[in-house]
Structure formats: C-alpha cells, structure tokens
C-alpha cells in the first residue's frame, strides 16, 4: 500500500460536540470551518500564530517557522491524532492508541523514537500536571522550544473558560477522570530541517476536574505517566502528501484548532 492509498483508507474520529453553531465563529481558523477551497492554515494565520491547541495537543512555533510549515505540522499530527482515535479509545486504551499516533505519523515523514513512557511522582505532597509536563519535556527541547511552549502554558492557563482553546482541549485530551494529551514545540534546525520537541503525557485522578492540567493535586490523587521524544518531519516526503492530508481532513480540521494568543 502507497503512503496515499494508506491515508485514503484511514477513517478518522469526529466529534459531534465540537461542530460550530450556524452563524459567524470569529477566530483565524473560520476559514477553514467554512470550507473555502482556497482556506489553509498559513492563508488564515499569516505569520501571526504562535501556539495552538490542536485536538488534544497543545503545539507551538519558535521564530522562523513559516506559515506553511506551521500548517504541515498541526495537519499531520491532527490526522495521527484523528486516525487513532478512530481505531482505539483514546483515554481507555492509551498504548494501542499511542501505537496508531505514532505509526500514521511515521507514514507522513515523521522520524524519531519511540515514546517509552514512565510514572512521575512528586517528591511533596502536591502535584501540577503543566510543571511535570515541562521538566519531561525539558529534557528533549532546545531553549527557544522550551521558551515559546512555556508561554503558551501561560496564556493557556489565564484563559476564560469558555475560551474555544480551552473547550477543545478540554473535550478531546480529558474524559472523565482520565486523560491523555499531547504538548509540543516546533523550531526549523540549524540544517533546515524541521524539528518537533513532543512530550505525550496521560493520567488518572481520583475526582474529575476542568482545567486538570492546571490543578494543584494532592499527590495521592492524580497517577501520572510521560514520555517525551525528538521528531524530525521529511519535507520532501510530506511534500507529495500534504494535499491528501488536507484532502482527508476537510473543514473538519478547523473544528478541532484554537489559536492562542500570543504576541
């Protein structure tokens, strides 16, 4: 099977809740809801986006990073995400699903490892999910990516909650008292090449909480697993591909992206 016929046959989740009412639905991804046939992501964005919430992923760009690349990237890794969750449940069934996220990715010219995931435990009494998250990732990052993802966390965290980022988030990375999301952060290498820091990261808590990856948990109430990886996207590659992604994943795509915003 071709790369293409392979993305032709993938099926993808679609969630009903996330579907705009009629009427006008400001933001730079209406474009895409609307299902104009010149709208694309870096059409709609300009070089203005920093950071975005992506399904259940949160993923942000470092200067340099052009509006089209920005575009390959939330594209691809939302079908991963999409095409997982077709085939598995994404809260109840992580490593089969991680298995799948990570395969449709290696399709579309993605290198990298493995995620090898691992508990965290806080050496206190408390536990902050968006802290451990980032000392994970940390360990994976330059400082430019550890930087715009660090202030992306930030804004994210001061957002209303009924903030568009926040409901998607929150609707895709979190069920019940479970979880699993993704946090990334995007740079163009010193050889052109465009390298993704990623960390992966799912939970169980004793209670159900919005914004749980802002909580203060007590350290008996949250289980908490990560695994963070370097992923490198074959342009080229992609290149002969990116018109079938975007192809696959229609208007739909808007429906699952939020920007944030950043200056």
């Not at 009412?21 to 986006?49: C, H, N, T």
């Not at 993923?59 to 691809?76: C, I, M, Q, R, Y």
């Not at 992923?231 to 229609?250: F, I, P, S």
């Amino acid at each position: 099977m071709t790369d293409l016929e392979f993305i032709a046959a993938l099926d993808l989740a679609r969630d009903a809740r996330l579907h705009p009412p009629p009427g006008p639905r400001p933001g730079p991804f209406e474009a895409l809801r609307r299902g104009e046939a010149s709208a694309d992501i870096d059409v709609a964005v300009g070089g203005r986006l920093r950071a975005a919430v992506n399904a259940g992923s949160l993923v942000s760009f470092v200067a340099g990073v052009t509006p089209a690349e920005k575009s390959d990237v939330l594209f691809s890794t939302q079908l991963a995400q999409r095409a997982a969750s077709a085939r598995h449940d994404r809260h109840t069934a992580t490593d089969a699903w991680y298995e799948v996220y990570v395969a449709v990715l290696e399709r579309l010219g993605w290198a990298g490892e493995s995620f090898a995931f691992s508990e965290r435990r806080s050496g206190s009494g408390t536990f902050r999910m968006d802290r451990s998250a980032l000392d994970v990732i940390a360990t994976v990052a330059t400082g430019n990516q550890l930087a715009i993802l660090v202030k992306a966390i930030e804004v994210m965290k001061n957002l209303a909650d009924e903030d568009g980022a926040i409901r998607v988030f929150e609707l895709q990375a979190q069920a019940e008292r479970s979880g699993n999301f993704q946090l990334g952060a995007v740079e163009r290498s010193a050889n052109g090449a465009l390298s993704l820091a990623i960390g992966a990261f799912r939970f169980e808590a004793s209670d159900r909480r919005r914004r749980s990856l802002f909580w203060t948990w007590g350290s008996e109430e949250i289980r908490f697993w990560a695994a963070a990886r370097k992923m490198t996207l074959n342009q080229e590659h992609y290149a002969g591909l990116r018109a079938a992604v975007k192809e696959k994943l229609g208007a739909e795509a808007g429906d699952y992206l939020a920007a944030l915003p950043i200056a």
